[in-house]
């Protein structure tokens, strides 16, 4: 994916690879941020299916990542699971950490809020998807980002 790094500045880029690393402390499964401008198409869902594809996320031994997709101007993200974590998971799984974002993205915390729900990922995670002693970092912790 194109990287812009022009879209937060770098002190908010090192808090959010910080959190990924800190999260993935607790769990095997994979977090990853994309950060994009607008949402092409306008469904954030779709546009995260797309990334979490184009990013290879699915490249996990337990198809356990997980995609935080925000479009900053656009004011849309979604919040997807591999095929992994949907099967063992009910379906309200990302509800509180979607609500907390939108309400922390409502205030202008962009930051805060995507740390947030980076820590709220790896706390949920962790009960289905604990950390190994054998656990390799499968996914980059850098964010992707888009046009």
């Known amino acids: ?3 812009n790094k022009r879209l937060i500045s770098i002190a908010d880029e ?11 402390l607790n769990t095997s499964g994979e977090i990853r941020v994309h950060l ?12 995260a299916i797309f990334v979490f594809n184009a990013i290879g996320m699915y ?3 337990d198809r356990n990542g997980v995609l935080i997709y925000v479009a900053l101007e656009s004011k849309k993200f979604a919040i997807i ?6 099967n063992v998971i009910p ?3 990302w509800n509180n950490i979607k609500e907390a974002l939108k309400s922390s993205f409502t205030k202008g915390e962009i930051c805060q809020g995507i740390v947030n729900a980076i820590h709220s990922t790896g706390e949920l995670l962790k009960k289905d998807f ?3 002693s054998d656990d390799i970092n499968e ?5 992707s980002y888009g046009k």
Do not use: H, V
């Not at 996914?139 to 964010?143: F, G, L």
């Open 139 to 143: 996914q980059s912790d850098e964010i």
């Open 130 to 132: 604990p950390y190994q």
């Open 91 to 93: 379906g309200n799984f």
């Open 81 to 86: 699971g591999d095929s992994g974590i949907n």
């Open 59 to 61: 490249k996990t031994k």
């Open 36 to 47: 994009e401008r607008k949402c092409k198409k306008g469904d954030p869902i779709s546009r």
């Open 14 to 24: 090192s808090k959010i690879i910080s959190a990924i690393k800190e999260a993935e």
């Open 1 to 3: 994916m194109l990287f």
